[in-house]
T-cell receptor
Framework: GQQVMQIPQYQHVQEGEDFTTYCNSS?????IQWYKQRPGGHPVFLIQ?????EVKKQKRLTFQFGEAKKNSSLHITATQTTDVGTYFC?????????FGAGTRLTVKP | DGGITQSPKYLFRKEGQNVTLSCEQN?????MYWYRQDPGQGLRLIYY???????QKGDIAEGYSVSREKKESFPLTVTSAQKNPTAFYLC????????????FGSGTRLTVV
């Protein structure tokens, strides 16, 4: 069955440093979504990527979808303490949507 | 404001007891989902429903049951057959279609002692 792997599991950065999390699927995806879960909170939708090679930006966040539509990344430039949380990717293949295990980001002020 | 409500936020139960977690949405979403989240792990799908009076098993349905008698409601029962029920349970909903975004509830943290 479809599997979505996400790395790293944890990332600790100094405030101002960049951060990247990667998502890889065992199958070609129709789209990929990214969610953020703050500590003690619930996942909140950030963005969806659909097209091969697509790149979308939200302020300091840059999302990419691979050319083969099997991988994706989320890059945060100059992290802030408000960026702390767990970032999940969710890949969809037909009607099957799978979440990655998430990358937990901590930011030291 | 439209949203999805889970109750209670914290729930304690004795081992061997069934417990029902509530999930209500007023977003007029057709599809609803139940996920389980364990520390350091991702979201694992328990059950989902794409339409009223119909639901499907997810990856870890054993020991759980659901019902979908109303569009707005998708309660989850954790039965005594669930071997390790202590976890954070998240309910989500979405519109139909090919690429729906999920709206999550605030979750219920279940502790079985």
């Amino acid at each position: 069955g479809q599997q979505v792997m996400q790395i790293p599991q944890y990332q600790h950065v100094q405030e101002g440093e960049d951060f990247t999390t990667y998502c890889n699927s065992s199958t070609t995806l129709s789209n990929i979504q990214w969610y953020k879960q703050r500590p003690g909170g619930h996942p909140v939708f950030l963005i969806q990527l659909v097209k091969s090679g697509e790149v979308k930006k939200q302020k300091r966040l840059t999302f990419q979808f691979g050319e083969a539509k099997k991988n994706s990344s989320l890059h945060i430039t100059a992290t802030q303490t408000t960026d702390v949380g767990t970032y999940f990717c969710a890949g969809r293949n037909n009607n099957d949507m799978r979440f990655g295990a998430g990358t937990r980001l901590t930011v030291k002020p | 404001d439209g949203g999805i409500t889970q109750s209670p936020k914290y729930l304690f139960r004795k081992e061997g007891q069934n417990v029902t977690l509530s999930c209500e949405q007023n977003l007029n979403h057709d599809a609803m989902y139940w996920y389980r989240q364990d520390p350091g792990q991702g979201l694992r799908l328990i059950y989902y429903s794409q339409i009223v009076n119909d639901f499907q098993k997810g990856d870890i349905a054993e020991g759980y049951s659901v019902s979908r008698e109303k569009k707005e409601s998708f309660p989850l029962t954790v039965t005594s057959a669930q071997k390790n029920p202590t976890a954070f349970y998240l309910c989500a909903s979405s519109r139909g279609g090919q690429s729906p975004r999920y709206t999550f509830g605030s979750g219920t943290r279940l502790t079985v002692v």
